[in-house]
């Protein structure tokens, strides 16, 4: 070639080749020829650019690197080839942009001015539907010529004729079959200015930075530590844009643009198809711009701009926060919104922004929605099936996650009766696709469908509610991710047709031992019992110890905290066995631990069990009977908490004449231990113990020792 010109940084290929042919004054088609490339393709007089402007072959990237001395990789950079993945989506079998993708677009935007101080030469970054203006000259990109109304570069220049830098090589509006072509100066085209401190710069700003590096992750917090990529960033402004377009009202976007670009704005809107469409207005979609890009400047400027609005928020809460005026507009509009089709309206999204649109609408959902979608933790995953957490879960959710949980009246009494089974069956809700009805099902529970979404809506309208529900997810991910040390399911189906736990006439022995008036029949150790296995509340137990009347309930929670350390030793021993009977390796009992982190800054409705420690239970409990509201006043906490507290730590509140007793029967296995197994006599029993022999002979026989003759043993002298 007698002249070569170097492509200009940025610069597209045929811009190129359009400036070597015009400063050659030839054809076009003499530089086609010139280097190789096709110049009578069927995209030549088609409204699609030649295939080579879109993504070149090796073939033709090494016949234009011999003819003009332009590294191969210069000329990839003057196509959409570093963009398609990123900002663009390229059919590779067709090098054809696919327009329903990442707003793909026909044809190229420009600015007037970066035309005339160029002298014509177009950057290939115009063709993209991201490029909306020119943060040189501050200006709004223009998308058509003003005379004769078509998008430059729509189709690839006209073979036979000379291009001309920096004028229109469109045909020329009623000219006939071969038209002659425009050739208006585009230099010429009225621009609209936006203030170069403004949002609009600020947003396509941002888009160049990334666009100068496509394959690397766009970090925005929205996105966590690791950013994401620039396509998924762009999907999810393509998707909000579309939104915005479809559904934003006017007075909405006023912060983000000038007057002039909203009058555009709106001018587009009420008419986005171009003119000859073939389409006619009632067969217009509402949606048309969740599909295709905006055939207007103004309109993705302040699309972009609204996305990234709630895009670059710090998190997904503040995030929901931003989309929730959108939402609102949606909902408006007619559209029925429910969490499972909000995140579709705009297309496929990320999982940050799905999570966010679900947390926009919070406030309208329903409760069990909430909880189902985990809107409390911010999730970004969608419901799915996790029914398996049924088996970790008991029946009636630990007791100390109930105190916790557990919304009350201001006179202290529960705001929902049987609430710890519907904690329950509200935590394996958490996350879960599952009905209610087959939640309650799977827990075990007696509850009904009605019981849940009522005692879920008390949640919601409780001040700490929210709180609540976010406990109880954090709480379902805590046994998704860790297990649980107890197999719920597998105890419920070996002890719920159980009635009988421990002998009756063992449990009345001891309470003869510890008790002044010791209980009528050992019914409420058996209710202990299952209440302990099953992880059940007593009333689902059989029915021969289930308590049938609230006077029953009653007695057997008063039971719980007035049982004395002696009697739930031998009730936990009891258990253990009856474990080892089955062959289950498993704690007695067992509740999950949350890190303290993650519930830091919970607020909830119950007391922290452990803010008071055993010892200072013990240290305020008087010495004989006692009443809980008058401990409650003393420890400064309520009835529920002192409940729970003397159930877990049992006091040995028995007026002084027993507590000699209570500590014989806490040590009569060992001593039983060292007589038949140590073959120790009572008398070395006795001096190890600092009690009497007496005391010492009479706890066995009443424990069924049988007791070896004095001086038996070997090298001992017979008494006397």
Same mark, same amino acid.
């Given at each position: 070639?007698?002249?070569?010109?170097?492509?200009?940084?940025?610069?597209?290929?045929? /811009?190129? *080749?359009?400036?070597?042919?015009?400063? *050659?004054?030839?054809? +076009?088609?003499?530089?086609?020829?010139?280097?190789?490339?096709?110049?009578?393709? =069927?995209?030549?007089?088609?409204?699609?650019?030649?295939?080579?402007?879109?993504?070149?072959?090796?073939?033709?990237?090494?016949?234009?690197?011999?003819?003009?001395?332009?590294?191969? /990789?210069?000329? =990839?950079?003057?196509?959409?080839?570093?963009?398609?993945?990123?900002?663009?989506?390229?059919?590779?079998?067709?090098?054809?942009?696919?327009?329903?993708?990442?707003?793909?677009?026909?044809?190229?935007? +420009?600015?007037? *001015?970066?035309?005339?101080? %160029?002298?014509?030469?177009?950057?290939?970054? @115009?063709?993209?539907?991201?490029?909306?203006?020119?943060?040189?000259?501050?200006?709004?990109?223009?998308?058509?010529?003003?005379?004769?109304?078509?998008?430059?570069?729509?189709? /690839?220049?006209?073979?036979?004729?000379?291009?001309?830098?920096?004028?229109?090589?469109?045909?020329?509006?009623?000219?006939?079959?071969?038209?002659?072509?425009?050739?208006?100066?585009?230099?010429?085209?009225?621009?609209?200015?936006?203030?170069?401190?403004?949002?609009?710069?600020?947003?396509?700003?941002?888009?160049?930075?990334?666009?100068?590096?496509?394959?690397?992750?766009?970090?925005?917090? *929205?996105?966590?530590?690791?950013?994401?990529?620039?396509?998924?960033?762009?999907?999810?402004?393509? &998707?909000?844009?579309?939104?915005?377009?479809?559904?934003?009202?006017?007075?909405?976007?006023?912060?983000?643009?000038?007057?002039?670009?909203?009058?555009?704005?709106?001018?587009?809107?009420?008419?986005?198809?171009?003119?000859?469409?073939?389409? &006619?207005?009632?067969?217009?979609?509402?949606?048309?711009?969740?599909?295709?890009?905006?055939?207007?400047?103004?309109? =993705?400027?302040?699309?972009?701009?609204?996305?990234?609005?709630?895009?670059?928020?710090?998190?997904?809460?503040?995030?929901?926060?931003?989309?929730?005026?959108?939402?609102?507009?949606?909902?408006?509009?007619?559209?029925?919104?429910?969490?499972?089709?909000?995140?579709?309206?705009?297309?496929?999204?990320?999982?940050?922004?799905?999570?966010?649109?679900?947390?926009?609408?919070?406030?309208?959902?329903?409760?069990?929605?909430?909880?189902?979608?985990?809107?409390?933790?911010? %999730?970004?995953?969608?419901?799915?099936?996790?029914?398996?957490?049924?088996?970790?879960?008991?029946?009636?959710? @630990?007791?100390?996650?109930?105190?916790?949980?557990?919304?009350?009246?201001?006179?202290?009494?529960?705001?929902?009766?049987?609430?710890?089974?519907?904690?329950?069956?509200?935590?394996?809700?958490?996350?879960?696709?599952?009905?209610?009805?087959?939640?309650?099902?799977?827990?075990?529970?007696?509850?009904?469908?009605?019981?849940?979404?009522?005692?879920?809506?008390?949640?919601?309208?409780?001040?700490?509610?929210?709180?609540?529900?976010?406990?109880?997810?954090?709480?379902?991910?805590?046994?998704?991710?860790?297990?649980?040390?107890?197999?719920?399911?597998?105890?419920?189906?070996?002890?719920?047709?159980?009635?009988?736990?421990?002998?009756?006439?063992? @449990?009345?022995?001891?309470?003869?031992?510890?008790? !002044?008036?010791?209980?009528?029949?050992?019914?409420?150790?058996?209710?202990?019992?299952?209440?302990?296995? /099953?992880? &059940?509340?007593?009333?689902?137990?059989?029915?021969?110890?289930?308590?049938?009347?609230?006077?029953?309930?009653?007695?057997?929670?008063?039971?719980?905290?007035?049982?004395?350390?002696?009697?739930?030793?031998?009730?936990?021993?009891?258990?253990?066995?009856?474990?080892?009977?089955?062959?289950?390796?498993?704690?007695?009992?067992?509740?999950?631990?949350?890190?303290?982190?993650?519930?830091? #800054?919970?607020?909830?409705?119950?007391? #922290?069990?452990? &803010?008071?420690?055993?010892?200072?239970?013990?240290?305020?409990?008087?010495? !004989?009977?006692?009443?809980?509201?008058?401990?409650?006043?003393?420890?400064?906490?309520?009835?529920?908490?002192?409940?729970?507290?003397?159930?877990?730590?049992?006091?040995?509140?028995?007026?002084?004449?027993?507590?000699?007793?209570?500590?014989?029967?806490?040590?009569?296995?060992?001593?039983?231990?060292?007589?038949?197994?140590?073959?120790? !006599?009572?008398?070395?029993?006795?001096?190890?113990?600092? =009690?009497?022999?007496?005391?010492?002979?009479?706890?066995?026989?009443?424990?069924?020792?049988?007791?070896?003759?004095?001086?038996?043993?070997?090298?001992?002298?017979?008494?006397?």
């Amino acid at each position: 070639m007698p002249i070569r010109c170097a492509p200009e940084p940025g610069e597209a290929l045929d /811009s190129w *080749l359009e400036f070597t042919a015009a400063r *050659l004054t030839c054809p +076009f088609t003499d530089v086609l020829s010139a280097l190789g490339l096709p110049n009578r393709e =069927t995209a030549m007089a088609a409204l699609v650019l030649p295939a080579w402007t879109i993504r070149l072959t090796q073939d033709e990237l090494a016949a234009i690197t011999e003819v003009t001395g332009i590294a191969d /990789s210069v000329l =990839t950079g003057m196509t959409l080839q570093p963009f398609d993945g990123h900002a663009v989506d390229v059919l590779p079998r067709h090098r054809r942009v696919n327009r329903r993708v990442l707003w793909g677009r026909a044809g190229s935007r +420009f600015c007037p *001015l970066c035309l005339a101080d %160029s002298g014509g030469r177009w950057p290939v970054a @115009w063709r993209l539907s991201w490029s909306f203006a020119c943060t040189r000259h501050h200006v709004l990109l223009a998308d058509r010529c003003p005379a004769c109304h078509r998008i430059p570069r729509m189709r /690839s220049h006209p073979r036979r004729d000379t291009p001309r830098p920096g004028r229109c090589s469109s045909a020329a509006p009623d000219g006939g079959p071969r038209p002659p072509r425009c050739h208006h100066p585009l230099t010429d085209t009225p621009a609209t200015a936006i203030p170069a401190d403004g949002p609009l710069a600020e947003a396509q700003h941002l888009i160049d930075t990334a666009l100068t590096t496509p394959g690397r992750p766009v970090r925005w917090r *929205l996105y966590g530590p690791g950013g994401a990529p620039l396509n998924v960033v762009l999907g999810d402004t393509k &998707s909000l844009g579309a939104l915005v377009l479809n559904h934003a009202a006017p007075d909405d976007l006023g912060p983000l643009a000038p007057p002039d670009v909203l009058d555009r704005l709106e001018r587009y809107r009420a008419d986005p198809l171009p003119a000859g469409s073939q389409r &006619s207005p009632d067969t217009r979609h509402g949606d048309l711009h969740s599909h295709v890009a905006p055939g207007d400047a103004a309109a =993705t400027a302040v699309a972009v701009t609204a996305a990234f609005r709630i895009l670059r928020a710090e998190n997904i809460r503040s995030a929901a926060r931003a989309a929730q005026w959108l939402t609102d507009r949606m909902a408006a509009s007619g559209k029925p919104l429910y969490p499972s089709n909000v995140v579709a309206l705009g297309g496929t999204i990320s999982p940050a922004l799905e999570a966010a649109l679900r947390c926009s609408r919070e406030t309208k959902l329903m409760p069990v929605a909430r909880l189902r979608h985990r809107t409390d933790v911010d %999730s970004v995953r969608p419901p799915a099936d996790h029914n398996a957490r049924a088996r970790l879960l008991p029946a009636g959710l @630990w007791p100390e996650w109930t105190l916790r949980l557990t919304p009350r009246h201001a006179s202290g009494r529960p705001a929902a009766q049987r609430a710890d089974e519907l904690l329950a069956v509200a935590c394996l809700l958490a996350g879960n696709t599952t009905p209610i009805r087959a939640a309650v099902r799977l827990t075990g529970t007696a509850v009904s469908s009605h019981n849940v979404s009522t005692f879920l809506a008390t949640l919601t309208r409780h001040p700490h509610g929210a709180d609540v529900l976010r406990a109880l997810v954090l709480l379902a991910d805590h046994l998704d991710t860790h297990g649980a040390q107890i197999d719920y399911a597998r105890r419920r189906a070996l002890f719920t047709t159980r009635s009988r736990f421990i002998d009756p006439q063992k @449990w009345r022995g001891l309470q003869r031992w510890l008790r !002044s008036n010791p209980g009528a029949d050992a019914v409420h150790a058996q209710r202990w019992l299952f209440h302990a296995l /099953s992880g &059940s509340p007593p009333h689902l137990a059989h029915p021969d110890i289930a308590p049938a009347t609230p006077a029953q309930r009653q007695h057997y929670q008063r039971f719980r905290w007035r049982i004395l350390p002696a009697e739930a030793d031998l009730l936990t021993r009891t258990a253990q066995a009856l474990l080892d009977e089955y062959g289950i390796n498993e704690p007695v009992r067992w509740a999950p631990q949350l890190p303290t982190p993650e519930l830091s #800054d919970l607020v909830l409705p119950g007391p #922290d069990p452990d &803010s008071i420690t055993a010892a200072r239970l013990h240290q305020a409990v008087p010495g !004989s009977d006692f009443s809980v509201a008058q401990l409650a006043r003393t420890l400064g906490t309520t009835t529920s908490h002192v409940t729970y507290l003397l159930s877990q730590h049992p006091v040995g509140w028995s007026p002084p004449r027993f507590h000699r007793t209570q500590h014989t029967a806490t040590r009569v296995p060992q001593w039983r231990t060292w007589y038949e197994h140590d073959h120790l !006599s009572l008398q070395a029993i006795a001096d190890r113990e600092g =009690t009497s022999l007496a005391t010492i002979r009479f706890a066995l026989l009443k424990n069924g020792a049988q007791l070896r003759p004095a001086g038996s043993q070997p090298g001992r002298p017979r008494r006397r």
